[in-house]
């Protein structure tokens, strides 16, 4: 028996880990009768997901049917994050069903899940340290809330209902202190063994997750002074993503060179909180009760807003700040539009 | 002629103050042709036309930053026992607080009273939550402060000093000194000068004083009030001995004063009290403020706080990118507006 197992999530919930991990452990996983897609980069694996939803045969279960595949049960391990959002359509989860049943394999879905606060917090952080926005934290709320993309109790309905797919939800805080990867295996009913034996076996939740650690109120305001000033400018619209990231990069580092932080970003405050839980929580346990039959299992985080009024940081940080906002800000105006880092 | 009388405006500060010290300077003249002395003694030598005796205050504050005189009452009692005149005014706002200080009041009546026995002091008052709101606008604007205007509230000593019973009841009912006071609507009252001679009980003839100039108080605007704030935490962490009270930063004011309005930065005022903080600072002065009108007016209170008022601040951050770019190139302007003062300073 062959069975198709897609690892898949909400945003930010260690999918670059996952993958990294799995990949670090390919040999010993394939050992095990688990085979990966042979490259490591995460298009590949995106485009086997796509392929499966196309109804084409993914590489790796060319691979597999090449071999001798009647000697033992194989599985086929797929991990992609935009998975999770293909899996939201009808037509998508209905396609996987096909597939399944076409090509006789036993169909499961890992789902990763992540509290909404929590998640919402991390999503600011990254836009801010890429300059892709300078919106207040609640603005971006008030966005993503109202964009419903991380309601879980409609999300995922169709894909819990659907026979002959089975998932297996997994929260995220389950990757605390966990290799990501043996979760992942053992949620689908594999042996984690091999993930543990991986080099990457180390890296847990927050060290090597796609996004660096969070920032501090300093930097993230910093941060959104800068775009504004290059808004202001037109440098934003002008200036290619890399030279706009170099010098996201430019500020990140002096904000740890000079410390400007002994905090991370935290922007909710209890008013706004209080509103996205009660936005979210109905769809948290509906989901929660189809997929574990328990309550939800994550306890909102209970944290300071992290507010900052910049003028009363310390003379010597605020001088920083702005000496950086404006030496970026002349070095970006300076350079040709198509040429290095800030 | 020996001086009998001394008149002494004490404040409050952010109370008819700017238009009162243009007009005292302009009718100097006319005054001490009806026997009133407003000494040359005391006063600021950066208000050139404008008489504030601030030194006086400053006198009892030798550590402060701030200009520094210790004969400064000697003077002033050498160049009263020197005019023609029968009575000498003084005014400095600033010595409301060196009055309501128990550490210095004392000091302050024992020179009053060596100059003569006739002691007249006149107070404006007003409200206070208007009168605080105003107060952290000029001290953010002088860049004294950085803070927030709650944390200015919490912990600054101007809210302990317009509890005006705790701090003046031990004058205005003590007998040995007259303490009077009216109380004072900037955005309606006129000219304070002929109030003041009022008030101290100097008569002059209709006509004979230069009507005061209408000398409007406008305070910072909330996204002034943002830039300013940071320029003086900027200030700070550029030049670490920098002090508001050095010469170049008191030239700077000037400048900051003349660029906020240049820079046109808001249309509407800055108001830091939420109604909510505002009705418990009423709440606080009530008491206090009816005792301080029943004694020395003989009346109700009278001024209402405006309690209903709703906040209007800034925050850095959020203002659009074009508020943005306008105050970091302010602080950059600023910024290179200090170094030439201070180099001419030293080159001074």
Request: net charge negative; aromatic share 6%.
């Amino acid at each position: 028996m062959t069975q198709l197992v897609i690892h898949t999530g909400m945003p930010l919930t260690g999918a670059d880990l996952v993958r990294d991990q799995l990949v670090a452990c390919r040999e010993p996983l394939e050992r095990a009768g688990v085979v990966l897609v042979a490259r490591d980069g995460s298009k590949a694996w995106d485009r086997a997901v796509r392929d499966v939803l196309g109804g084409e045969v993914p590489r790796p279960l060319i691979r597999l049917s090449r071999r001798k595949q009647q000697e033992q049960s194989h599985t086929v391990l797929l991990s992609s994050e935009s998975a999770a959002r293909a899996l939201v359509s009808m037509s998508n989860v209905t396609a996987l069903r096909a597939f399944g049943r076409d090509h006789g394999l036993s169909t499961k879905v890992v789902l990763v899940v992540r509290e909404q606060l929590e998640l919402i917090n991390e999503m600011y952080c990254n836009q801010v340290m890429r300059l892709e926005t300078s919106a207040s934290f609640a603005s971006f709320v008030g966005e993503t809330v109202a964009s419903a993309g991380l309601e879980l109790g409609d999300q995922f309905t169709a894909l819990q209902d659907s026979p002959g797919i089975d998932v297996f939800a997994v929260p995220y805080s389950r990757f605390d202190g966990h290799v990501a990867a043996g979760v992942v295996l053992a949620a689908a009913g594999l042996s984690e063994e091999p993930a543990l034996t991986s080099t990457m076996a180390t890296a847990t939740r927050g060290s090597a997750s796609g996004s660096t650690a969070l920032p501090g109120p300093v930097l993230v305001t910093a941060l959104r002074l800068l775009h504004k000033r290059l808004t202001r400018l037109g440098v934003i619209r002008r200036r290619p993503t890399d030279q706009l990231l170099a010098a996201a990069t430019v500020m990140r580092e002096r904000a740890r060179a000079e410390a400007w932080d002994d905090a991370t970003f935290w922007g909710w405050s209890e008013e706004l909180a209080t509103s996205a839980q009660q936005h979210y929580r109905p769809g948290n346990e509906v989901f929660a009760a189809r997929a574990w039959g328990t309550v939800w299992p994550d306890a909102a985080p209970a944290r300071q807003q992290t507010r900052l009024d910049l003028p009363s940081e310390p003379p010597s940080r605020v001088s920083d700040v702005i000496t950086m906002i404006h030496r970026v800000v002349d070095e970006l105006t300076a350079a040709p539009p198509s040429s290095g880092a800030a | 002629m020996l001086v009998t009388r001394l008149v002494v405006h004490i404040g409050a500060q952010r109370a008819a103050s700017p238009g009162l010290h243009k007009s005292l300077f302009d009718n100097s003249d006319a005054l001490l042709e009806h026997g009133v002395l407003v000494p040359l003694s005391g006063r600021h030598e950066m208000s050139s036309r404008a008489v504030r005796h601030q030194l006086l205050a400053w006198s009892f504050d030798p550590d402060g930053d701030h200009p520094y005189q210790a004969t400064v009452w000697d003077e002033l009692a050498d160049e009263a026992a020197e005019s023609p005149a029968s009575t000498v005014l003084l005014s400095s706002e600033l010595l409301a607080g060196v009055a309501g200080d128990p550490r210095t009041a004392d000091a302050f009546r024992r020179r009053l009273l060596a100059i003569v026995d006739d002691v007249t002091i006149v107070f404006f008052a007003r409200d206070q939550l208007a009168l605080l709101n105003s107060l952290y606008c000029q001290r953010v604007r002088s860049l004294e402060v950085t803070c927030d205007f709650d944390t200015y509230i919490a912990g600054s000593p101007d809210a302990t000093l317009y509890d005006l019973a705790a701090s003046f009841e031990s004058w205005y009912t003590a007998g040995d000194i007259r303490f009077v006071a009216m109380p004072w609507d900037p955005r309606s009252d006129g000219d304070a000068l002929p109030a003041l001679l009022a008030l101290g009980g100097i008569e002059m003839a209709p006509g004979t004083l230069l009507p005061g100039e209408a000398v409007k108080d406008v305070d910072l605007g909330p996204v002034a009030i943002e830039a300013n704030r940071l320029l003086g935490s900027y200030l700070r962490g550029r030049f670490p001995d920098f002090r508001p009270g050095e010469p170049a930063a008191r030239r700077l004011r000037r400048k900051v004063g003349t660029s906020t309005e240049s820079w046109e930065w808001d249309v509407e005022e800055f108001w830091g009290w939420s109604p909510q903080q505002a009705a418990r600072a009423a709440a606080r002065y009530a008491g206090p403020n009816e005792h301080f009108a029943r004694h020395v007016w003989h009346d109700d209170w009278g001024l209402q706080p405006p309690v209903t008022r709703e906040r209007r601040t800034a925050e850095l951050v959020e203002l659009d990118p074009t508020s943005v770019n306008r105050v970091h190139r302010y602080l950059v302007e600023m910024e290179g507006a200090f170094e030439r003062l201070r180099r001419r300073e030293s080159a001074a």
